[in-house]
């Protein structure tokens, strides 16, 4: 394409303030070209070069960022000549380097005259040369490449701050919504994001970087212990994730219970096992994760240890697991044990119960079934072992109960639960409440907090009073 004499930048200024895309063989350029004023003769683009199967919302978020830096520098262009003085510096360089033009160039011998230029013009004294365009745009361009972000002060006067977002983009699997029994865990070094925020960011988000160890605690003590309200800590929260610079996690007790995720290639684990054993010397990283090829709970791990700083180093590891999705954890879903006679769509309840039932988990990667009932959690995040909900479940009155069962249950199971005596109304009132979220497959801890139980009184609930209607089984969920 360096033969096609292409002409990118318009000539007239009605095509100024526009932005463009031209495909050429199998690549797109993408810009805005500007003038600084109406009396201007001169136009200016910032183009980028990205491959044709790009994303389109990649490709619109380049030009909107080529769109916002073009009226930053047109703005300086009109009060100090910025871009002109740095044209001139470029050109000066370009002289200094004596690079012939373009056209008395034999085009085969192109590539090798652009690695010519690279290793005799002196692009790093240009890149490093303080408040310099060329140093502005290498500074964005290597924010948005690593963080999808960018913050820098052009002309040390404009603060220019953009993101893009990629919750769009990627399978759309990025979460939306946080709960407060669930915890977050920081995935890059926060010193390089606290440096890509606005100068103007929220408080709570500043404060959230600063947190030593937020996963060991919930999103509800998080907000209580920095002194925030808990809808800025949760605002903050998402938009680490939506930036991709946390993950979402269930806060680190002793009763989780991981697996090794099949989301890294092993190909990929020679690369890991050099910065584990950097960051956990005295440990192996193929033994300690060898050690969650089969569904293991963290206590079982712990007990073997007797000093509290191995165990807190342990707990360690595993946050350095689920930080690179090298573990994933599995939670107990209560599902509705289907019935011959059921109307409703149950696909998924039965595919979970045959599961139980055979001890065939190759489709969701377990181990075995829940057997046994599980442990209570003691060292739950909660200090009361309930979840306050941010939207309470009130008590349901006797018509909205039958309502329930009815629509839950099939007509033999309804059957059966109206002779059930030794279970009284307050009971059956929490179990009306519960059918709904183990119909949607919830998890244990989900329905503790959207129900406002008590955690034994729900375990007595599954495990025990109506245990003949409902079941768990432990396997990831899609939300962490």
Sequence with gaps: WYQRRVRVTPKTPLFCHRPFRISIDSLVFLGYPFQPDIESKSMYNIVFVVEKDTEPYIMESLINLSTRMSVALAYEERNNAYVTDNLDMIGRYYREADIPAR????????????????????????????????????????????????NVLINRTINFSFFIDLNEVQNHDIRTTVAPFESFVIVEDRATIKKNLNNDSCPGLIKLLDLPRPYFRSLRDIAFSIDEDYDEVRRAVLALVRWRKALIVYPIVSTNEYMVSHAVPISKYPEHDEVFRENFPGFNFYEELSKFSV?????EILDCFKDKET??????????LLRRKLLVQLFAHVYIKPAHDSNLDTTSSISCVSIAETGDYRDLNLSQGDKQEPPL?????TKTGSYPSLTRGSNINDQTRT????????????????????????????FAKVLPHAHAGRTFEEILWRTNLQQQDLHDIIYRSFNEFLVTVRHPTSLY
């Design 103 to 150: 056209e008395h160039i034999n085009p085969h011998e192109i590539d090798e005259m652009e690695i010519s230029i690279i290793e005799h013009c002196p692009f790093k004294e240009m890149i490093e040369e303080p408040n310099s365009l060329p140093a502005n745009l290498a500074e964005v361009f290597d924010s948005i490449k690593h963080n999808l972000s960018a």
């Design 295 to 299: 569904r293991k709970s963290l206590s």
């Design 311 to 320: 165990i807190q180093s342990y707990k360690m590891i595993v946050v350095w």
């Design 377 to 381: 959690t003691p060292d739950s995040p």
């Design 403 to 430: 309502k329930n069962f009815r629509q839950f249950l099939s007509p033999s199971q309804f059957r059966r639960l109206k002779d059930l005596q030794e279970v009284d109304g307050i009971m059956l009132t929490n």
